[in-house]
């Protein structure tokens, strides 16, 4: 019979006209959108339920814990979606129907969501209809802090033109600039833009680490065990415009503490050269070479000699005698390391706890090498001509790494002066 049909209630077609307003927005069908609108048939800033599982439009506050479901869909305005999805014809369609632009129904506004999506043309549009550029969201993050990506460079680049705070630090528990974050992420083109536009090189986050800190403990990826040259790219940029090399943070480590930990050889010896102290000590009592000798084994990209060989040139402090046990313990696989800190001492005498530390299978392998360690570390002096290098490295100190380079002497010679090793100890 056709008079069967329901007649559709009020709030029936309230769900209908939201639906329609939802898939217009997603397939971007602005025709639609406006259509919709002008009939004033919804709120232009109705809030939507949608899935979200990468929370690229929710932002919640540190130290809480969140339930996981909360983690599947966030509440978005038809601004967040529109810049989710990339629909800049919707984005100007709703921004003429005076949506409001600062709208954060789960924690960040729409610029925020474009900073984080890299969408530069609606970051562009967001900045000229009056976007907050300076906003923070529930998390504390303003837009700057959402540029991690090298495709949100031209984002940030954007921010900063139209006036974002370069300096503005996260209004959470971190307290970090957008210099850090860029540091963070590995973005060499981005720190060198913040700088050139008054970011402070030494600024510091709530850690007292500046971004040099920052850049030189993230220049390993920890996962794929690789250094990272944007990151040491970052490092070379910061101490070139004049970053504090030998900053401490709250546990009074400094960057050179940061890149010995990481056993980066690259960034230790940029960071002695630009006047890195090797002796600065930690809140623990230890030193660069200290972290260096307590992740060697853990570091298998690293050249654990090169890092010793680099503090001891300039002037570290050598490993207490009686503990020169844990030096095999931590390069038993790499006898090269072991040859360079044998050789800083005039005369080391060995002990069983040296044999105890070497596997039988590298003992095996580096045979040679263990061999000429126990002849030469027993009760018999050392060479002539080896005290008489270190007599020239103790009387030129912590000037080594410059003084011997000018040395008259062969290249060779010049060489063995600086700890060069050669894989056996005579």
Same mark, same amino acid.
């Given at each position: 019979m056709e008079g069967n049909t329901a007649p559709i209630t009020k709030s029936g077609a309230a769900k209908l006209v939201k639906r329609k307003f939802l898939e217009a927005l997603k397939s971007n069908d602005f025709g639609k959108l406006k259509a919709i609108l002008i009939q004033r048939l919804i709120d232009v800033d109705?809030?939507?339920? *949608?899935?979200?599982?990468?929370?690229? #439009? $929710?932002?919640? @506050?540190? /130290?809480y814990w969140l339930p996981s479901y909360k983690l599947k869909s966030s509440w978005a305005t038809g601004l967040h979606i529109s810049v989710l999805f990339g629909h800049v014809e919707c984005l100007l369609v709703l921004l003429d129907h005076n949506a409001t632009i600062n709208c954060r129904p789960n924690g960040k506004t729409p610029l925020h969501v474009a900073c984080e999506m890299a969408n530069l043309d609606c970051v562009k549009i967001l900045c000229d209809r009056g976007a907050k550029l300076n906003c923070y969201s529930l998390s504390g993050h303003t837009a700057l802090h959402f540029c991690t990506t090298p495709s949100s460079i031209l984002c940030a680049k954007q921010l900063v033109w139209k006036g974002a705070n370069v300096n503005m630090k996260t209004n959470n528990q971190d307290e970090e600039t957008?210099?850090?974050? =860029? =540091?963070?992420? /590995?973005?060499?083109?981005? *720190?060198?833009?913040? *700088?050139?536009?008054g970011a402070v090189v030494d600024s510091v986050n709530a850690h007292m680490e500046t971004p040099l800190a920052v850049a030189a403990y993230w220049s390993l990826r920890f996962k794929e065990q690789e250094y &990272?040259?944007?990151?040491?790219?970052?490092?070379?940029? %910061?101490?070139?415009?004049? =970053?504090? *090399?030998? $900053?401490?943070?709250?546990?009074?480590k400094s960057p050179l503490h940061k890149a010995a930990w990481n056993c980066d050889h690259v960034l230790m010896h940029m960071m002695l050269e630009a006047g890195a102290e090797a002796n600065l000590m930690d809140i623990n009592g230890c030193a660069a070479i200290q972290y260096v000798l307590k992740v060697t084994s853990v570091r298998p990209a690293a050249r654990p000699e090169v890092c010793y060989q680099l503090l001891l040139n300039h002037g570290a402090a050598r490993i207490y005698p009686p503990q020169f046990h844990k030096v095999i313990q931590a390069c038993h696989s790499c006898p090269k390391a072991i040859e360079v800190v044998v050789n800083a001492y005039e005369h080391i005498r060995w002990n069983i706890k040296w044999r105890r530390a070497i596997p039988d299978d590298d003992l095996e392998k580096y045979w040679d090498f263990y061999h000429s360690l126990f002849m030469v570390c027993c009760n018999t002096p050392r060479t002539l001509m080896h005290l008489s290098r270190c007599a020239i490295? @103790? $009387?030129?100190?912590?000037?080594?790494?410059? =003084?011997?380079?000018? #040395? &008259?002497?062969? #290249? &060779? %010679? @010049? @060489?063995?002066? #600086?700890?060069?090793?050669e894989g056996i100890i005579y």
């Open positions: 109705t809030v939507f339920e *949608v899935e979200d599982e990468n929370m690229v #439009l $929710a932002s919640y @506050k540190q /130290g957008p210099l850090h974050t =860029a =540091a963070h992420f /590995g973005l060499s083109e981005l *720190v060198a833009f913040y *700088v050139e536009h &990272s040259r944007e990151h040491h790219l970052i490092c070379r940029t %910061l101490l070139d415009h004049h =970053a504090e *090399v030998n $900053a401490r943070d709250d546990d009074f490295r @103790k $009387a030129l100190h912590n000037r080594c790494h410059k =003084a011997i380079p000018l #040395l &008259s002497l062969p #290249l &060779s %010679l @010049k @060489k063995y002066l #600086l700890l060069e090793p």
